[in-house]
């Protein structure tokens, strides 16, 4: 099937939350519906009641009408009774001029000379009786305008009131909706992290992979909590404001759309750019923390070594690349997106001037006074959103670049789920002719063949590399054999899911793991089926009870990241009482005993004791002195098992465990003088 793009996989993360984000975008168009209609408003003010004054009037008996001189008058566009005799008011500048006949609104004032005016058209000139007004005078003509005018004004301040509840409530839901897009798509990561094979974590830095569970899907976040609303309220308000040029002029509509294909265009540019550019910058900063982490956990190593300017080198060879990229993204923005927007504004009011200067030639301007403004204004408004819009790109290529990693952590093949409860295992292990490979060709394990009974303790025992410990990965399935089979009770391990058969195993490994919490949630991992007495017990078994209950708050006492307020040995003690509280039927012992102390080792081989009756219990054995009374000891170099039987058996045999055995023995010896 083919893979879906980061987009298309970015938009179905959204369809999640549609009915919400549909919402939103209803709350939007609504908003910039209301928006929109403060330049008709402008238009209709500036053209009826502020322009629209200076105007042709007529005589009449009405008692409505304008008293000027004893007569009154009425506009020629707001009565049906045209019979009295016509009259202009016409405006020159600031000055109005009251005349007794009909003359063109367009004429302008050329010559006064009492009550005897010399007006131009454009193409002639008149000789006509009027004079000019005072400002009382004027202000008679204006008097009825007042009322519509604030009229007009409180309703455009609602209009903008009702608006701005809109905006509020489109802010809201896409916000809402987009932190619950990211919640998801944290959430998602995380359980598919939890999915994943133990060889992808052994291959991938622990840093890249919190990069991308926390900074990654940041940036996303951005992008719908940021660029969603901006990207929709833009192209919201473009379409809003295109209806509204092409209600009050379509040539100029017509004009303004060049604008789109040119916008079309540079998102594709921009794409094409800086998205190389984020990518690499996402993948740095991904490195950085890989870097930052890894010197975090070995800073006693970088510390003893003195390798901090070494760390230190490494680091800013990274930042330096991270700067490097960060620079020449903001070149790239700073010389062209903000740049381009400014560029069309200005050629776009050019356009304006030009073609409303063709029209002022004709002599039709002055009578588009208030379409002249409405126009302006929709003009500037429309480059909001296009500057919103480019302003946003560098961000949408950031979550484009985080999107595409996210999601291929998400492709990455996880394992099969099945918590079904299975029977406990009677304990038999067998491995038939198993051999496995980390990397293709390269055999760690070649042919092992052994069979351990239900209730038996065998040890493997070899140098560093023999395989000691993928023997134990295969039986708990980290990994599954490259060749052969393992059975469980006769039952080939890939038969259950690794949760399934993983059920009634323990594993206690060299170095254990401490979770921040408490002892006891440590020790029951929070399973509900291990109860608070039952972890007790457990402890009590291993004997960590000596030094919990020396604590302040003893089994409930808080546990710091990984219990380094405990030493090795009580870390240990703790992991076996995991191990027992879940009371498994085959137990595997990974080097449990090699950092522990002769003190403490003696308290956990009595605790051993107790713990491996009734299981099976496969040991890796670093020193030999505490596997002596195991039932079998197999003995492994370079893969292969090379001898096996009881402990005196192979001193008997005079081969590579009594030789191993008697070099520990030697050491010890001279530890002891």
């Known amino acids: 099937m083919k893979q879906q793009t980061t987009e298309r996989r970015l938009i179905h993360y959204a369809l999640g939350f549609k009915k919400t984000i549909i919402i939103g975008l209803v709350c939007l168009i609504i908003a910039v519906g209301l928006e929109l209609s403060g330049p008709f408003i402008a238009k209709r003010l500036i053209d009826n009641h502020i322009v629209g004054v200076a105007n042709h009037y007529v005589e009449t008996d009405a008692s409505d009408g304008i008293s000027f001189k004893g007569d009154r008058y009425q506009r020629i566009d707001r009565t049906e009774d045209d019979s009295g005799s016509m009259h202009t008011l016409l405006q020159d500048g600031l000055n109005f001029y009251f005349i007794e006949e009909e003359v063109s609104l367009q004429s302008s004032i050329d010559q006064v000379n009492q009550n005897t005016l010399v007006l131009s058209d454009g193409e002639e000139t008149l000789e006509v009786t009027g004079q000019k007004l005072s400002l009382d005078e004027t202000l008679l003509f204006f008097e009825k305008e007042l009322k519509p005018i604030i009229w007009l004004l409180v309703l455009y301040i609602g209009l903008i009131i009702i608006a701005s509840l809109f905006i509020y409530y489109k802010t809201y839901l896409l916000q809402y909706a987009s932190n619950r897009i990211i919640q998801k798509m944290r959430k998602d990561v995380f359980h598919h992290i939890q999915k994943l094979p133990i060889s992808y974590f052994n291959n991938q830095p622990a840093g890249k992979i919190v990069a991308r569970v926390t900074n990654d899907t940041e940036a996303i976040r951005e992008l719908y909590v940021k660029v969603l609303e901006v990207f929709t309220s833009g192209f919201i308000y473009m379409i809003g404001i295109y209806v509204a040029l092409f209600i009050l002029d379509t040539q100029l509509a017509l004009l303004s ?157 996880a394992e099969e789920m099945n918590h079904k409860e299975i029977e406990r295992y009677n304990g038999e292990v067998v491995f038939e002719n198993v051999s496995f490979c980390y990397n293709e060709g390269e055999y760690v394990l070649k042919q092992i063949d052994f069979k351990v009974n239900k209730g038996e303790t065998v040890a493997f025992v070899g140098h560093t590399g023999s395989g000691k410990s993928t023997i134990m990965n295969l039986l708990f399935r980290f990994y599954d054999p490259t060749i052969g089979r393992i059975l469980i009770d006769g039952i080939d391990t890939k038969t259950y899911s690794k949760q399934q058969m993983r059920t009634h195993i323990g594993i206690v490994l060299q170095d254990p793991f401490i979770f921040t919490g408490t002892i006891l949630s440590n020790i029951t991992m929070n399973d509900p089926t291990i109860s608070r007495e039952t972890a007790i017990g457990a402890l009590k078994a291993v004997g960590a009870d000596k030094f919990i209950e020396k604590l302040p708050n003893q089994y409930d006492e808080k546990v710091k990241e990984k219990g380094h307020e405990f030493s090795t040995g009580q870390r240990q003690l703790l992991s076996f009482a995991r191990a027992l509280a879940f009371n498994p039927a085959i137990l595997i012992l990974d080097e449990a005993t090699a950092n522990i102390d002769t003190e403490t080792e003696g308290m956990i081989q009595e605790a051993l004791q107790v713990l491996k009756q009734g299981r099976t219990t496969l040991v890796i054995a670093h020193r030999l002195s505490t596997i002596q009374q195991a039932d079998q000891i197999f003995v492994l170099k370079h893969g292969e098992i090379i001898e096996q039987g009881t402990h005196d058996s192979l001193i008997a045999s005079n081969g590579e465990y009594q030789h191993m055995y008697h070099m520990q023995l030697g050491k010890l010896s001279k530890i002891a003088q």
């Open 257 to 413: 759309l060049l604008l789109l294909p040119l916008l079309f265009i540079w998102m594709k540019v921009y794409k094409r750019v800086g998205g190389k550019y984020n990518r690499i910058i996402r993948e740095t900063n991904s490195n950085i923390n890989g870097n930052i982490n890894e010197s975090i956990q070995g800073m006693t190593m970088i510390q003893a070594y003195n390798q901090q300017e070494t760390m230190l080198e490494d680091f800013e060879q990274l930042n330096e690349k991270q700067r490097t990229f960060q620079t020449k993204m903001n070149t790239f923005n700073a010389m062209s997106s903000f740049n381009l927007v400014d560029l069309l504004r200005n050629i776009a009011f050019v356009v304006v001037i030009l073609y409303f200067g063709n029209d002022t030639l004709d002599g039709t301007m002055l009578a588009s006074a208030g379409l002249l403004y409405a126009l302006v204004d929709l003009l500037n408004r429309l480059f909001e959103p296009v500057n919103q819009i480019v302003s946003q790109l560098e961000q949408l290529e950031l979550a484009r670049a985080s999107g595409k990693r996210v999601f291929d952590l998400l492709d990455e093949p």
